[in-house]
């Protein structure tokens, strides 16, 4: 993993710290589902962190007044392991880049906040999907680093059920291409493609929304075509690993750890994460200071995408950030 932005020839550590060191930090660990419209046409580039700077998520957050203020925050937005110009398989390993998983992804950005950064406590850490999975366990595993934390689009349970099914699936169907190779392929196989492609639709983009954009058989095939001509979601073993990385995601054990003000985001029409399931809910029963708000579904929502739009839940974040508590690590510590 490496540190996004440019970096001053000759630079100290303590010059490229300075200008931080005077704001709250925020750590926004990036999932999916932030592309335009319905989410899919992005749907396997995980983790990267220019997936978040979009109008509908940036352009409600990072501007001037708005709850996450670039001129007041130090937003750390990084590319996860496995994904943008971090370490992966397609810098030259192949299939023989070691596994990791969402433990390692969450170690490796602490590591790089407090290591490489030189920050040793944060006021946010917020992630959507994969990020919100992340965000979870950061909460657990670094209890006295934060003091609000902000999980999207993710339960705190095992990565099970049709979740799990579906991603399997989707595994399974690059893997059974013999144009994958056993991952020593000249050209992308055309399954990557349509497996996410397939992936997307089915877990992502809301059923009152995609009634509304495709209510005829032709809509719905324009819309299916638009897909299939995009271009592949990055490459096929990258995103083997990204996929497969959440399959012991689990943070249930560990949901009493939680110190900071916590506030789960949800959408009531997302389809990896039902909230018919009530698994949330009860789960934040075990949490000191945690809640949920769940996005009513509409023709505006997108299923799991949802919260890639930011307008449905930044008044919330706002209102969060102005009355919880500031902790210091210290403070943390002493409780």
């Not at 978040?52 to 670039?70: I, K, M, N, Y």
């Not at 954009?213 to 592949?232: G, N, S």
């Not at 750890?257 to 909230?275: C, K, M, Q, T, V």
Request: charged share 25%.
């Amino acid at each position: 993993m490496r540190a996004a932005g440019p970096r001053i020839q000759g630079e100290t550590n303590e010059s490229r710290l300075h200008p931080h060191s005077r704001r709250p930090c925020v750590r926004v660990p990036i999932g999916g589902g932030f592309g335009r419209g319905l989410s899919g046409s992005k749907g396997g580039r995980l983790g990267r962190a220019g997936l978040s700077l979009t109008p509908g998520f940036a352009g409600e957050l990072f501007g001037s007044g708005q709850p996450l203020d670039a001129s007041k925050y130090f937003i750390i937005l990084p590319d996860a392991i496995g994904t943008g110009k971090s370490a992966k398989p397609s810098d030259g390993l192949r299939t023989k880049f070691p596994k990791y998983n969402y433990d390692d992804m969450v170690e490796a950005q602490y590591r790089l906040v407090t290591e490489g950064l030189g920050i040793r406590h944060l006021r946010l850490v917020l992630g959507n999907s994969m990020g919100g999975m992340h965000t979870w366990l950061w909460g657990e595993k670094y209890p006295d680093v934060m003091d609000v934390l902000v999980p999207m689009a993710s339960q705190p349970t095992p990565m099970a059920s049709r979740n799990w099914m579906l991603r399997r699936m989707m595994l399974e169907t690059i893997r059974s291409d013999p144009e994958w190779n056993n991952g020593n392929y000249a050209t992308q196989p055309p399954s990557l493609r349509l497996a996410s492609v397939f992936f997307a639709i089915a877990t992502s983009g809301g059923t009152l929304a995609y009634q509304k954009l495709a209510p005829t058989r032709e809509q719905a095939d324009k819309l299916v075509d638009e897909r299939l001509a995009a271009a592949p979601p990055g490459d096929a073993n990258d995103f083997l690993y990204q996929w497969e990385s959440s399959r012991d995601y689990d943070p249930s054990a560990g949901l009493e750890r939680i110190e900071a003000a916590l506030l789960a985001i949800n959408s009531a029409d997302d389809e990896r994460n039902p909230p018919e399931t009530a698994i949330t809910e009860r789960a934040l029963k075990r949490a000191k200071n945690g809640r949920l708000y769940l996005i009513p579904a509409s023709e505006d929502t997108r299923g799991h995408a949802t919260t890639g739009m930011a307008k449905f839940w930044s008044q919330q974040l706002q209102q969060l950030l102005q009355t919880a508590p500031r902790r210091t690590t210290e403070d943390a510590r002493r409780q």
